[in-house]
C-alpha cells in the first residue's frame, strides 16, 4: 500500500475519501489550455506478443511515479508490454489486475512523466463538459470533447459506466476521461460499433483507487501473477494462458475476459452469463435478492448489447452451462 500513498493523497486529502479531493486548477480551462497540461499523462500502450509483433495499440494514464492505468482488454494475448510517447518508449510489466472492472495498472521503471489527479464520478453531472485524450486508430495524442450522455448504474446502483458524445475507436481504450478542471473522471474504454454514433463509455476514475486491494485478490486467487489477466507480470515476461475449474473456458472470450467468468462464478445464485460472438460479455447476480432468475437472464444479455456488435447468448445461467453452438 505504501507505493500508492503518493496517489491516495493527491485523490483523497482528507483520507480515503474522494470528495475533498482538490481541483489542479479552479476555473474551466480552455480545450487549448487542458490539453497542454493533461497530454504528457497519456501515453500509448502496445502489447506486443510472444513473436514479438505487435496486437495494436492502447492508450494508457500516469496515476502516479512509475504507474498507469489501462482497460485490461488491451493487454490481453500480450507476452512484453511497451508503453510509448512521442519519441520515447519503456518496458512496462503488469502489477495489479482487474478484469471485472477492465482496468489494470502497469508498472514502468525510471519513468517520471506527471501524474493525474482523480475527481470522484460524483461530481459528473449529466451535459457536463468532457475532455477525451487517446490514440485512436494509434493515432496519439488525440483530444476529443464531448457532454456527459447518461451516467450508468448497476445492480448495486452505483455508477458502473459513463456515457459520452465524445467520440472513442479503437485505440482509444484506456484512455483519459478529464473534466474542465482537467482531473480525471473516468478511463475510455469503448463505443458502439455499426449505426449507433456517439455512443461512447468510461469507467470511473475512482475505481483507480481499488486496484491494489482487488488486484491483490486476483493475484492471490490465481496463486501466479501472470495468470491474473494473460499478461506479462514483474515476476515472469512470458503469457500464460489462464486454465483452471469448473466450466473451463468460455467461447470467443480473450484471456483477460476469462478471468472475468471466474470472478463471475464466486457470485451468488441466481445468476447469469451471456457471451458475444465477437467476444464481449455481460453479467448478472442477484446481490440483493430481488431479481429472479429470468430477469438475470435478461439483465445478463442486455449488458453485453451494451457494447457487442454480434449476437448475445447465454453461457450459464444459475450454475448450469446453456450454450450451444
Not at 505487435?54 to 508490454?81: E, P
Not at 493525474?116 to 464520478?121: H, L, N, Y
Not at 484512455?175 to 455499426?194: A, K, N
Request: hydrophobic share 40%; proline share 6%; glycine share 8%.
Amino acid at each position: 500500500m505504501q507505493k500508492w500513498q503518493g496517489l491516495l493523497r493527491r485523490a483523497a486529502p482528507c483520507g480515503f475519501s474522494l470528495l475533498c479531493a482538490m481541483p489542479m486548477v479552479s476555473h474551466a480551462m480552455s480545450a487549448e489550455e487542458l490539453f497542454r497540461r493533461m497530454a504528457p499523462s497519456v501515453w500509448v500502450i502496445r502489447p506486443i506478443d510472444a513473436q514479438g509483433k505487435s496486437l495494436g495499440t492502447g492508450s494508457g494514464v500516469v496515476i502516479d511515479q512509475g504507474r498507469l492505468v489501462t482497460n485490461c482488454h488491451v493487454l490481453a494475448k500480450a507476452a512484453s508490454i511497451l508503453v510509448k510517447h512521442e519519441n520515447v518508449t519503456f518496458q512496462a510489466t503488469l502489477e495489479f489486475p482487474d478484469t471485472e472492472r477492465d482496468l489494470c495498472s502497469i508498472k514502468v521503471a525510471n519513468f517520471t512523466a506527471p501524474a493525474v489527479q482523480i475527481a470522484p464520478v460524483e461530481t459528473l453531472r449529466v451535459g457536463q463538459k468532457i475532455y477525451t485524450i487517446g490514440t485512436p486508430y494509434g493515432l496519439e495524442q488525440t483530444l476529443s470533447d464531448g457532454l456527459v450522455s447518461a451516467l450508468r448504474r448497476g445492480p448495486s446502483e452505483t455508477i458502473e459506466y459513463i456515457q459520452i458524445s465524445a467520440p472513442t475507436s479503437p485505440g482509444s481504450s484506456g484512455g483519459g476521461l478529464f473534466d474542465e478542471q482537467g482531473r480525471l473522471v473516468g478511463i475510455t474504454t469503448s463505443g458502439m460499433t455499426g449505426t449507433a454514433q456517439n455512443l461512447n463509455f468510461a469507467r470511473p476514475a475512482q475505481w483507480i483507487l481499488d486496484l491494489p486491494e482487488r488486484g491483490r485478490l486476483a493475484l492471490a486467487a490465481y496463486k501466479k501473477p501472470e495468470v491474473a489477466a494473460g499478461v506479462p507480470s514483474a515476476s515472469s515476461p512470458a503469457t500464460v494462458v489462464a486454465s483452471g475449474p469448473a466450466a473451463g473456458r468460455v467461447p470467443y472470450l480473450s484471456e483477460s475476459r476469462q478471468l472475468a467468468f471466474r470472478d463471475f462464478l464466486g457470485q451468488p445464485i441466481p445468476r447469469a452469463f451471456a457471451v458475444s460472438l465477437d467476444g464481449h460479455y455481460g453479467a448478472a447476480w442477484n446481490d440483493k435478492g430481488r431479481s429472479t432468475q429470468a430477469e438475470l437472464s435478461e439483465r445478463a444479455l442486455a449488458n453485453c448489447r451494451k457494447f457487442a456488435s454480434a449476437e448475445c447468448r447465454l453461457y450459464m445461467v444459475g450454475d448450469q452451462i446453456v450454450w450451444h453452438e
